[in-house]
């Protein structure tokens, strides 16, 4: 019984018994224009999701554009690797966007479509540093699909570096 617990203890500890996958999004905003209250609203959807679609659903709450830049946090997990996963991201007058000048035809919008960012128990990560010139008004821009060797995971480094082996095109994570 003891072994059955210490392997069990064992597994947690060194998270090789993981059954999931964890992406984690960090994504550095802007400051607000001067004199315009900004707020930044970021919706994550996983699964085959119109982009076009407006995916305002239940309570949002955005988070305002101070003096300088900031980097905010996002994690998404999932059991299934091949799990799409999608990010809007809007910049509103409002903090729920739900402004007249928030409306989905007005609203600036940049948005995100990832080839593949879940390895079974691995975390990757992905950074980006956005800007009001990215955003399209109107809220319906193509996203930009983001390439999986671009998502660091399994060996070090930072966002300069590709992430697949150069001889093969694997992901260090597969």
Same mark, same amino acid.
């Given at each position: 019984?003891?072994?059955?617990?210490?392997? $069990?203890?064992?597994?947690?500890? &060194?998270?090789?018994?993981?059954?999931?996958?964890?992406?984690?999004?960090?994504?550095?905003?802007?400051?607000?224009?001067?004199?315009?209250?900004?707020?930044?609203?970021?919706?994550?959807?996983?699964?085959?999701?119109?982009?076009?679609?407006?995916?305002?659903?239940?309570?949002?709450?955005?988070?305002?554009?101070?003096?300088?830049?900031?980097?905010?946090?996002?994690?998404?997990?999932? +059991?299934?690797? +091949?799990?799409?996963?999608?990010?809007?991201?809007?910049?509103?007058?409002?903090?729920?966007? $739900?402004?007249?000048?928030?409306?989905?035809?007005?609203?600036?919008?940049?948005?995100?479509?990832?080839?593949?960012?879940?390895?079974?128990?691995?975390?990757?990560?992905? !950074?980006? %540093?956005?800007?009001?010139?990215?955003?399209?008004?109107?809220?319906?821009? &193509?996203?930009?699909?983001?390439? !999986?060797?671009?998502? %660091?995971?399994?060996?070090?480094?930072?966002?300069?570096? $590709?992430?697949?082996?150069?001889?093969?095109?694997?992901?260090?994570?597969?």
């Amino acid at each position: 019984m003891r072994g059955v617990v210490f392997s $069990s203890l064992l597994c947690l500890l &060194t998270g090789g018994c993981a059954r999931n996958a964890v992406f984690e999004i960090d994504l550095t905003v802007p400051a607000a224009p001067a004199g315009t209250p900004r707020f930044v609203v970021v919706d994550v959807e996983t699964g085959d999701v119109a982009f076009e679609d407006d995916w305002r659903s239940g309570a949002r709450t955005g988070t305002p554009l101070g003096e300088m830049p900031q980097t905010l946090h996002y994690s998404v997990v999932s +059991e299934n690797p +091949e799990t799409v996963v999608q990010m809007k991201v809007q910049f509103c007058v409002s903090a729920n966007c $739900s402004a007249l000048e928030d409306a989905p035809d007005r609203v600036a919008t940049v948005g995100y479509r990832f080839e593949r960012v879940f390895y079974v128990g691995q975390r990757t990560r992905w !950074r980006t %540093e956005l800007d009001f010139d990215a955003a399209t008004a109107g809220g319906t821009a &193509t996203p930009t699909e983001v390439d !999986r060797c671009d998502i %660091e995971g399994c060996i070090e480094g930072s966002g300069d570096t $590709s992430f697949c082996r150069l001889t093969t095109g694997e992901h260090y994570c597969e």
